[in-house]
């Protein structure tokens, strides 16, 4: 008997002394490195060099009091989870994207703490230098690496460098170059996190669900987004009009300052089905004080990233020029047509921006620009009627839940609210359906500064209904003024012609 216990001890040894170096060999994960599971495998995965051990990780660390609603979704629903809900809850997998920044590190410890299998995953989606010739990148990277560190989960990194040149930046140019102004942030998360990174979660990681940092809710609760079936669906310009659809739709942020929804407008049924965002239902504030309870100091001071997507804050107009020829032109006035001074090109300019004058002390802005002779007007106001508009038309609007909307298919019309830019207050309007799929939007009052190439945000309540981009615009106010103007000259011109009543 003692034989065999020897034997069987000394076959446990060896298998838990090779079990690690086969699964290396495998590619798959291996021991704890300096305290921290990374994983070998993904598309150009790479790991930062470790910073240093850390202690053995104990149980999720204790935080501050959640607020109710956001106990309800995470699953506490009164009183502690029994022992078979919280198997449960440790059977679950979850891949986190970590950018490096606070939102995403309470994300991904808020998860930890529900009892899920968490992996955190950096997606570096752009190689050049910034100005000061640091790499940011490398450094948000360093940032996310040590989140995982603290929290104890496996951390990847994967590139999608030549998704993002192809899908979002190339895009980008192309728009800039027909006179527009794009939002590269929509389309980042469209194709980059919520199909890429998405797609790789589910079938590299073996997740059960994806959970990124944004301020945003849906319809379902966590143990809901679990029971989702992935499935890669055909690309139809149609879908099946009788295909049951049991959707989920995209709420805003219990935050409404910082509400994210206006960025995740265009992201598809099938990826929201697959998301948590576990910030939902807390504040800014909130978030701060568990990364300061948990010392995550080195993400909580910071500074908020308020540049484009995965390229980061930078001088806009010298970065463009590295990719677009200058197509030097004249600042005209939008009222007497009287040059005011030359620019490099019209794509460095957006409606509404202040444009710096040569010369001038007073404030000009810019209120509307022609590719065709590389003008761009100009308006001595930053409240110039020239830059209010009540209606503009989309292109093919991106249905979030119901595509389109039952009342809007049924009446042609329908009432509802609208953003075309993140944080702006929210503007009634009423949508007009097109047989091609676009709206036409008529605003209740004239908008300042609406822009070609941005996405017109739809809203009912706090449902974000969709997103389409703008296309067109209809005439300014000053424009409708001035031909109110030249409708009622000859009219006082005949009025004064007649001869007085003697």
Same mark, same amino acid.
């Given at each position: 008997m003692d034989m065999k216990q020897s034997k069987g001890d000394i076959f446990l040894c060896v298998f838990l002394y090779l079990t690690p170096v086969l699964l290396r060999a495998a590619g798959g994960v291996g021991p704890s490195l300096c305290g921290l599971r990374v994983a070998w495998w993904g598309p150009e995965v790479s790991r930062p060099p470790c910073p240093g051990a850390l202690p053995e990780a104990g149980p999720a660390p204790p935080g501050p009091a959640v607020p109710v609603a956001a106990r309800r979704r995470s699953g506490a629903r009164g009183g502690r989870k029994g022992g078979g809900a919280m198997l449960?809850?440790?059977?679950?997998?979850?891949?986190?994207?970590?950018?490096?920044? *606070?939102?995403?590190? *309470?994300?991904a410890l808020l998860l930890r703490r529900r009892g899920y299998q968490v992996t955190g995953v950096f997606m570096k989606n752009w190689d050049p230098l910034d100005e000061q010739g640091a790499c940011s990148v490398d450094r948000d990277c360093e940032d996310a690496y040590r989140v995982c560190q603290k929290l104890d989960i496996p951390f990847h990194q994967v590139s999608y460098v030549k998704e993002y040149w192809n899908e979002v930046f190339s895009d980008l140019l192309k728009e800039y170059e027909l006179g527009r102004t794009p939002n590269p942030d929509i389309l980042c998360n469209k194709h980059i996190k919520f199909n890429y990174f998405l797609h790789y979660a589910m079938d590299n990681l073996g997740a059960d669900a994806i959970a990124t940092g944004h301020y945003a809710r849906?319809?379902? =609760?966590? =143990?809901?987004?679990?029971?989702?079936?992935?499935?890669?669906r055909p690309q139809k310009l149609f879908r099946n009009r009788f295909e049951v659809r049991n959707t989920v739709k995209l709420l805003q942020g219990a935050d409404l300052f910082k509400d994210q929804t206006f960025f995740l407008s265009q992201i598809s049924q099938d990826a929201l089905k697959k998301t948590i965002f576990p910030l939902g239902d807390l504040t800014k504030t909130f978030v701060k004080k568990i990364a300061a309870e948990h010392d995550l100091h080195h993400v909580l001071k910071k500074k908020e990233s308020m540049g484009v997507c995965f390229i980061g804050e930078r001088n806009f107009e010298n970065f463009l020029l590295e990719y677009l020829e200058p197509q030097p032109g004249n600042f005209v006035s939008i009222e007497d047509k009287k040059v005011m001074g030359r620019h490099k090109g019209w794509f460095l300019f957006t409606i509404g921006q202040r444009a710096r004058l040569a010369g001038l002390k007073?404030?000009?802005? *810019?209120?509307?620009?022609?590719?065709?002779?590389?003008?761009?007007? *100009?308006a001595p106001s930053r409240d110039h009627p020239a830059l209010y508009r009540e209606l503009l038309r989309t292109n093919r609007v991106h249905w979030i839940a119901e595509e389109p909307p039952a009342e809007l298919v049924r009446e042609k019309m329908m009432e509802c609210h609208f953003r075309f830019r993140h944080q702006m207050a929210l503007v009634p309007c009423v949508l007009t359906l097109n047989q091609d799929g676009s709206v036409w939007v008529t605003l209740v009052k004239p908008a300042r500064a609406i822009t070609p190439g941005q996405f017109a945000v739809f809203y009912k309540g706090d449902e974000c209904l969709g997103s389409g981009k703008i296309l067109r615009m209809g005439p300014s106010v000053y424009t409708l003024q001035q031909g109110k103007n030249r409708e009622e000259s000859p009219k006082k011109e005949e009025i004064d012609k007649i001869e007085p009543a003697t």
């Amino acid at each position: 008997m003692d034989m065999k216990q020897s034997k069987g001890d000394i076959f446990l040894c060896v298998f838990l002394y090779l079990t690690p170096v086969l699964l290396r060999a495998a590619g798959g994960v291996g021991p704890s490195l300096c305290g921290l599971r990374v994983a070998w495998w993904g598309p150009e995965v790479s790991r930062p060099p470790c910073p240093g051990a850390l202690p053995e990780a104990g149980p999720a660390p204790p935080g501050p009091a959640v607020p109710v609603a956001a106990r309800r979704r995470s699953g506490a629903r009164g009183g502690r989870k029994g022992g078979g809900a919280m198997l449960a809850a440790q059977a679950r997998r979850v891949a986190c994207a970590v950018s490096g920044g *606070v939102d995403s590190a *309470v994300a991904a410890l808020l998860l930890r703490r529900r009892g899920y299998q968490v992996t955190g995953v950096f997606m570096k989606n752009w190689d050049p230098l910034d100005e000061q010739g640091a790499c940011s990148v490398d450094r948000d990277c360093e940032d996310a690496y040590r989140v995982c560190q603290k929290l104890d989960i496996p951390f990847h990194q994967v590139s999608y460098v030549k998704e993002y040149w192809n899908e979002v930046f190339s895009d980008l140019l192309k728009e800039y170059e027909l006179g527009r102004t794009p939002n590269p942030d929509i389309l980042c998360n469209k194709h980059i996190k919520f199909n890429y990174f998405l797609h790789y979660a589910m079938d590299n990681l073996g997740a059960d669900a994806i959970a990124t940092g944004h301020y945003a809710r849906t319809s379902l =609760e966590d =143990e809901e987004v679990f029971q989702q079936k992935h499935t890669k669906r055909p690309q139809k310009l149609f879908r099946n009009r009788f295909e049951v659809r049991n959707t989920v739709k995209l709420l805003q942020g219990a935050d409404l300052f910082k509400d994210q929804t206006f960025f995740l407008s265009q992201i598809s049924q099938d990826a929201l089905k697959k998301t948590i965002f576990p910030l939902g239902d807390l504040t800014k504030t909130f978030v701060k004080k568990i990364a300061a309870e948990h010392d995550l100091h080195h993400v909580l001071k910071k500074k908020e990233s308020m540049g484009v997507c995965f390229i980061g804050e930078r001088n806009f107009e010298n970065f463009l020029l590295e990719y677009l020829e200058p197509q030097p032109g004249n600042f005209v006035s939008i009222e007497d047509k009287k040059v005011m001074g030359r620019h490099k090109g019209w794509f460095l300019f957006t409606i509404g921006q202040r444009a710096r004058l040569a010369g001038l002390k007073d404030a000009w802005f *810019v209120v509307d620009k022609d590719v065709s002779t590389g003008d761009v007007f *100009v308006a001595p106001s930053r409240d110039h009627p020239a830059l209010y508009r009540e209606l503009l038309r989309t292109n093919r609007v991106h249905w979030i839940a119901e595509e389109p909307p039952a009342e809007l298919v049924r009446e042609k019309m329908m009432e509802c609210h609208f953003r075309f830019r993140h944080q702006m207050a929210l503007v009634p309007c009423v949508l007009t359906l097109n047989q091609d799929g676009s709206v036409w939007v008529t605003l209740v009052k004239p908008a300042r500064a609406i822009t070609p190439g941005q996405f017109a945000v739809f809203y009912k309540g706090d449902e974000c209904l969709g997103s389409g981009k703008i296309l067109r615009m209809g005439p300014s106010v000053y424009t409708l003024q001035q031909g109110k103007n030249r409708e009622e000259s000859p009219k006082k011109e005949e009025i004064d012609k007649i001869e007085p009543a003697t």
